[in-house]
């Protein structure tokens, strides 16, 4: 008798969830520029909790009724009437220890709602800043994976890819894999991980463009670097906390 393993699977966007069985599945929010980089951050450096909303309204009404950081963006710079934006760098321990964040993206904060309302077991975020963590997560649950990419704006993207290849990687002799985008996601990271910044650059990211573009070169880099805030958020009630 052989032993059944869980299947993992792997969204490469948002506009796909609808194809995939995410009730009781453990959903892994990939947004890798910015916003899963810098939930991880933000709680490894002591954020009390961080609170995802899906639009900036509801974000700065949050930041009305509760003692909060309001922070966010939209199409990559700081949404108008937050305060605080979506870089890693802007929550150091001094800032945010003790502190509730209260974040709205573009991609990622839209997507852990889908999954939330297709019924998912567990919801985490997960990002190269986390790969360590999120890894031994998936792979201490017995539990079916999605590999679920906040891509933009519906249209796939690099990076979000490549963090899934990264897991897919790491953990598939443990899952049963029938997936071409799987396939697609580590056939990827294996191209790109020995400089996956030098990676984007050379295939003009798209992403990579828009945040160059900004002159926000530090934050693709410390985004692409694995382990540098290695715990994992966990999403339940409403909040994701340190795990």
């Not at 990211?205 to 945040?211: F, I, K, M, T, V």
């Amino acid at each position: 008798m052989t032993d059944s393993k869980p299947f993992l699977t792997t969204c490469l966007s948002p506009a796909l969830l609808h194809l995939y069985d995410a009730s009781n599945a453990v959903v892994v929010i990939i947004d890798v520029l910015r916003a899963t980089s810098t939930i991880a951050t933000a709680l490894n450096n002591g954020a009390k909790y961080v609170i995802p909303v899906d639009s900036v309204a509801k974000c700065i009404e949050l930041g009305k009724q509760i003692n909060c950081i309001t922070a966010g963006e939209r199409d990559g710079k700081i949404a108008e009437g937050l305060a605080y934006g979506n870089s890693p760098f802007e929550y150091s321990r001094d800032f945010i220890e003790g502190k509730i964040l209260v974040l709205t993206t573009t991609n990622g904060t839209k997507l852990l709602h889908m999954a939330l309302d297709k019924g998912a077991r567990y919801i985490v975020t997960g990002s190269f800043a986390n790969l360590s963590a999120t890894c031994d997560f998936l792979l201490s649950q017995n539990h079916n994976v999605i590999l679920g990419c906040a891509a933009w704006k519906d249209k796939i993207n690099i990076e979000d890819t490549l963090f899934a290849g990264a897991v897919i990687n790491r953990v598939k002799n443990h899952f049963s894999i029938n997936c071409d985008s799987s396939m697609i996601a580590e056939t990827l990271y294996l191209e790109a991980k020995d400089d996956m910044y030098e990676f984007m650059k050379k295939q003009n990211a798209s992403h990579y463009l828009r945040l160059s573009g900004y002159g926000l070169e530090k934050d693709i880099r410390y985004c692409l670097t694995p382990d540098i805030a290695n715990i994992l958020p966990f999403y339940e009630n409403g909040i994701l906390t340190r795990i």
